[in-house]
């Protein structure tokens, strides 16, 4: 790639600094390097880190790794099973496997590696506690005491960040999710192997997972922010259901997802956000890797634009930056907000969908191995012929008859 200029370089101050060694933090600090930017990604955590996880990276995700990405694959999901609140289990095949489960502990830590192969120095155990811009520099300070200058910084510390309370992201959904990873003996394994499970949950928009990678299988379940009682109870029972509650788990954890409002920014001044930092998260499946990775990269490339520019420049480049994430991702979360208000509102109807209707189901196969985008899938007359029936639906129909908090 070519380097871009640098009139401003200037010594102690970084082109770029990135926040956050995720998906999105990792491949922002990768395109910054390639584009010959003096890069510097922080932290938090000692890398590998654990992130509470599901780890399937459908084809939008395998397609936005950096190519030759050495990782090690568990398990590719052949089949899916769904459910609704425990009953109606169909399993369905895949016309072309591709989700493939892995462990975000060595995801993160080998995109990380690939930002260190394109020059980015790597911090660990480094965290950003505050920031602030003045005239062409962005100062970050930081938990060791430091302070860091940078030309541009791009947050990309997950859903809990800081960057993103400076930049003024706002959300249209939150959801707390909560996971095990669990080993599981030989005869659970088998009768995981290839196959992921997606159940409809009995709170609205909530739904629960069972992930294989073999000899582990990661479970959890995810609903509204706000009623955790009732989340941990749904969790029991999911766990119980599916023979998942006796052993002892490697990680029983929780975490939030956040997606954000169509009209939310993702930059102020030289402070770019991207992924779970910029809210960048699918209403419906909660996915996000993909997001990441794929905000990560426009990022990075916003980010070099920023470096050399002069305060317009820099300002073109951040609006810049806004429009691509609108048109792209923005355009994905736009249908999926429109699935979930679908799905929130009647469950049922779109468990009879999937697995009664196969054009519904091949869809959804063709969406999980990259074929299609959720857009995609919502622009067909099936879509729109269920979103219209659910709509007609007296409110006693549509599943529990309370109202999704979808935006
Ligand atoms: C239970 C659960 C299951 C999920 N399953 C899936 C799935 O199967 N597939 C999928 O595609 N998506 C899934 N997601 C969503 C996915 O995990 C996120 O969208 C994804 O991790 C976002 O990546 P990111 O790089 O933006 O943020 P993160 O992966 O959260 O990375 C942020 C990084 O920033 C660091 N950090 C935080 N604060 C600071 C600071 N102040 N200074 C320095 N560093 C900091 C953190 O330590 C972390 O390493 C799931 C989410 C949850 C909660």
Redesign the pocket.
Known sequence: MSAPSHPTRAPGIWDVIV????????TAARVAAENGCTTLL????TIP?Y????????GA?LAALPPGLSLKVYDTARRFTFAHNGHKERTLDSSSPTCAMVY?SEL?AALTEAAAAAGAEVRDG????TLEQRGDTVSVR?NRGDTLRARAVVG????????SRYVGVQCAQVDL???VEVPVDERTADRWRGRALMEWGPLPGSFG?V?PKGDVC?A?V?AARGNPVALRAYKEDFLTRHGLIGPRPLHDTG???RCRRPDSPVARGRVLV????AA??DHWS???????LRS?DLAGRAASRVVGADEPGARAAADDYGRRINDVLGAEMRASSSLMALFARNPALVHTALTRVPPAWHRLDAYIAGRTSVAGIMTTPLARTAAAVAGRLPASRRGSGRPGRVS
């Open positions: 926040v956050g060694a995720g998906p999105a933090g990792a922080l932290e938090r955590a880190r992130k509470t996880c599901g780890g399937g990276l459908i995700s975000r993160d480094t965290a950003l506690t930081t990309a510390d997950g859903s809990a960040s800081r960057v999710a909560l996971e997972w992930f990661t959890g995810v975490h939030l997802t991207a992924g779970d930092a960048l998260v909660r996915e996000g890797i993909s997001y990441a990560g």
